[in-house]
């Protein structure tokens, strides 16, 4: 059974799916404060809609910073983000998506 | 700006500190590492306010640990769980199996019976059955039988409990708890534990028991064979005897084996036990475990009883059952048996969830039964002898009580549950008032938590709602329930 979302949650997930796969990112093109963000992954992750995963070292270190954690969507969620594109169609408007220059 | 960054910055990195804090302790450390990591990006292109983005740190420790509340109070819903109940009482049965186990006394109390043919292995005791743990044949006794007892005994054997010093090596004394015994014992009992070895020049063979053989001669290997001295009296040690082989009463620790001879210099008013064989012929009833001998002796009549040593080792189990049976009578006068009315509307009481009910009530049943067994026959026969008058008070007087309380939970805990998904209800709500009781309906409502049904529990029993009721609820319910109802559902 799907889950059904709330429209934060759907923006963090339209936000993941179109590559802003970083939380300041998410936070960057939602327009939502780190607050509410953060809290709405990591429900996002228990319920099994996304997975989160370190960047590797040698990245950070080429960038001369800390690693970062990033987002992917999980086959559940990409289901679920489809089901609640029915339900809010302007999602796909609001968080188009990244530009692949863009993409870290 | 230049010198706000810095500062700010290091506000940012006190205040996800402060945060983290609140976050579950084996969350923190990936989180903190999350935190600073994306705090750096912040700080690193000016992209906003560090302050302001640390400050979310908090929303987010927090939700992290709401969420761990939540999940320990879904844990704590899941112990109402049939599968859970059951784990429980299994595990606490478990439990008591293994403290069987690993307690000597116990483990000789549920062991099979030790010495052969025990059925016809009695004890002679001169005081009913609590004079085969005290020694209540005299030597003079004793003597008598042995010579016109041969109708009614193969064999007859004697021991008197005595505490003697065995002197080791001429100079380490060990003072043991020990029976003077008739050289035929052994061969009564039939058991390879207690085969003598030939007397060696007239000198008296010891037996020690295991434990003994521990805790006062130090497990020394190359103890069988030595030579040492009991009250000043050479004698042998002829073996080590396992403690499962050592169900003798009298809780000595070595038993020294001495001949007719040395015996008869016991006086005839000492005290002692008497063991002997039945003859098969002699009596036929001998299964019951229990006969009288009556002699006349200068004119008086003389009763002396028979006890055989399968009753003795079968009196944990007996008395368990003994205890169980009289649970049962005793359950209806201490609660009603009845489980409540349990209609079978719109058909969903179906066969299979009915017969699912009484067979997790079986299971309980069988569960709690099987605990207080274990736990009652830990209890008695961790420090008394199997037989023993405190064993048998401790687990009488455990044993009872604890399988009353055990039924009355197992029925208290049948009425608390879904009948269909078997987990208990919750959210009890008072309805109505009982000045009311004869106008209006007054009691208890409890309420399924996967929307199975509404049991009704009247506050004062009348004729027209007696006992407890469930009211199963229909489909068009589901919607007030949780989307797991289904899980749990029929």
């Known amino acids: 059974m799907e889950a059904r979302l709330s429209h934060t949650a759907a923006m963090v997930l339209q936000a993941i799916h179109a590559g802003y796969v970083y939380g300041f990112g998410v936070m960057e093109v939602t327009g939502l404060p780190s607050g509410t963000v953060y809290p709405a992954m990591r429900r996002l992750e228990r319920d099994g809609l996304i997975l989160s995963k370190w960047e590797q070292q040698s990245i950070a270190d080429a960038a001369q910073r800390p690693p970062r954690k990033y987002y992917r969507l999980t086959r559940m969620g990409k289901s679920t983000l489809e089901a609640a594109a029915k339900r809010y169609p302007l999602l796909e408007r609001m968080i188009p998506q990244q530009p692949e220059t863009e993409r870290v | ?490």
């Not at chain 2, 750096?40 to 908090?58: I, Y």
């Not at chain 2, 008197?160 to 004394?173: C, E, H, I």
């Open chain 2, 1 to 490: 700006m230049s010198r706000e960054q810095p500062s700010s910055a290091a506000l940012a990195r006190f205040f996800v500190r402060a945060a983290s804090h609140m976050v579950p302790s084996g969350n923190r450390r990936e989180w903190m590492a999350e935190w600073n990591a994306e705090l750096c990006h912040v700080c690193r292109l000016r992209a906003g306010d560090p302050v302001q983005f640390s400050l979310g740190a908090f929303q987010d420790a927090f939700w992290l640990r709401s969420d761990r509340l939540r999940f320990r109070t879904r844990a704590v819903r899941a112990r109402g769980s049939a599968v859970g109940c059951l784990l429980s009482l299994g595990m606490l049965a478990a439990c008591g199996l293994l403290a069987c186990l690993f307690l000597p006394g116990a483990r000789r109390a549920l062991s099979a019976e030790t010495y052969r043919d025990p059925g016809n292995l009695v004890i002679i005791s001169s005081d009913g059955y609590a004079g085969t743990q005290l020694p209540s044949i005299s030597m003079a006794d004793y003597r008598e039988w042995k010579t016109d007892t041969s109708r009614l005994f193969t064999q007859l054997a004697f021991y008197r409990p005595v505490t003697g010093s065995v002197s080791l090596d001429g100079n380490r004394v060990v003072k043991l708890s020990m029976a003077l015994a008739s050289d035929n014992l052994p061969r009564i009992l039939e058991s390879s534990a207690w085969k003598a070895r030939p007397a060696d020049g007239g000198r008296r063979q010891l037996f020690v028991r295991r434990s003994s053989w521990s805790a006062d001669f130090q497990s020394d290997p190359g103890l069988v064979g030595k030579t040492v001295s009991v009250e000043g009296e050479p004698a042998v040690i002829a073996g080590i005897v396992p403690d499962d082989q050592w169900r003798l009463p009298g809780g000595m620790k070595a038993l020294l084996i001495e001949d007719d001879r040395q015996l008869g210099a016991l006086p005839g008013t000492a005290r002692g036990f008497a063991i002997a064989r039945l003859r098969h012929s002699v009596f036929a009833t001998d299964r019951k475990g229990w006969c009288s001998i009556f002699e006349e002796r200068s004119g008086a009549v003389l009763q002396f009883e028979c006890i055989s040593f399968a009753y003795i080792f079968r009196q944990p189990i007996s008395l368990f059952f003994f205890a169980l049976l009289l649970a049962i009578i005793c359950l209806p006068a201490t609660t009603a048996l009845r489980l409540g009315d349990y209609p079978e509307r719109e058909g969903r009481l179906r066969g299979a969830i009915n017969f699912r009910r009484w067979m997790f009530l079986l299971a309980k049943s069988v569960l709690v039964v099987l605990i207080v067994g274990f736990w009652s026959i830990a209890l008695a026969y961790a420090f008394a002898a199997v037989g023993s008058s405190v064993s048998l008070c401790i687990q009488m007087g455990t044993s009872f009580p604890a399988l009353l309380f055990a039924f009355r939970w197992t029925l208290h805990d049948q009425r608390g549950r879904c009948p269909v998904c078997l987990r208990l209800l919750s959210n009890p709500a008072r309805v109505g008032q009982p000045s009311c009781n004869f106008l209006a309906w007054c009691g208890t409502e409890w309420i399924c938590r996967s929307g199975h049904g509404v049991l009704h529990i009247p506050e004062l029993p009348t004729c027209w709602f007696s006992t407890q009721r469930w009211l199963c609820l229909d489909a068009s319910w589901a919607s007030l329930f949780p989307a797991d109802a289904a899980l749990h559902g029929s």
